[in-house]
């Protein structure tokens, strides 16, 4: 079974920190597909990105950037120079290769970033 | 705004009534899935249609249905409401089609209170 692991479950920084939001996954499959996603206090759930297992180079968007490491089954999130509007909770998710099936995600880290 | 519509936003309803929700996903879409979030719980995934046909089943209460019509509109149904039914119930879709995963966009959100 296709398991996330988000062992933090909240995590509180000072603008202008940064901040790491660790994820780590089980799977069988070769083949996976590893998501991050933002929940705001509004509610709604925004994707941010999405990494297949044969890509592990790390990727940066903005302040955004984001570890890969197959050889930990890590998949962390790191946010440069926090923001208050970073305050949310994060999920990390997993699919396997299969029509996107057992989409799961992790339990969340609440970020909150004070100013 | 995610392209992914879903009614009603809020409903109240008393223990024992039956209430459906609505989902329509984006345009050329094919998957769409449920997921339920209880108060300070994380996503927990119910089921996943895929162009009509059910595809995976998740922690679905029996007392849970759903389908997905020829349109591609999807319908959450649930009954015998519970107190402990009052969650935030996401409807997503998924641009993929075939084995690899694409990403979900999720609608907003359907806010049922069972009093």
């Known amino acids: 079974a296709q398991k996330v692991t988000q062992a933090q479950t909240e995590i509180s920084v000072v603008e202008k920190e940064d901040v790491t939001l660790d994820c780590v996954y089980e799977?069988?499959?070769?083949?996976?597909?590893l998501f991050w996603y933002k929940q705001p206090p509004s509610g709604e759930l925004v994707f941010l990105i999405r990494r297949n297992s044969f890509d592990e180079q790390n990727e940066i968007s903005g302040r955004y950037s984001w570890n890969f490491q197959k050889s930990t089954s890590s998949f962390n999130f790191t946010i440069t120079a926090s923001q208050v509007v970073d305050s949310a909770v994060y999920f990390c998710a997993l699919s396997g290769d299969n029509y996107g099936q057992n989409f799961v995600f992790g339990p969340g880290t609440r970020l909150s970033v004070l100013p | 705004d995610s392209g992914v519509t879903q009614t009603p936003k809020h409903l109240i309803t008393a223990t024992g009534q039956r209430v459906t929700l609505r989902c329509s996903p984006r345009s050329g879409d094919l998957s769409v899935y449920w997921y339920q979030q209880s108060l300070d719980q994380g996503l927990q995934f119910l089921i996943q249609?895929?162009?009509?046909?059910?595809?995976a089943k998740g922690n679905i209460l029996e007392r849970f249905s759903a389908q997905q019509f020829p349109d591609l509109h999807s319908e959450l149904n649930l009954s015998s409401l519970e107190l402990g039914d009052s969650a935030l119930y996401f409807c997503?879709?998924?641009?993929?089609?075939?084995?690899?995963?694409?990403?979900?966009?999720f609608g907003e959100g359907s806010r049922l209170t069972v009093l």
């Open positions: 997503a879709s998924s641009p993929r089609t075939g084995r690899i995963t694409g990403e979900l966009f």
């Open positions: 249609y895929y162009n009509g046909e059910e595809r």
């Open positions: 799977t069988r499959d070769t083949t996976y597909y």
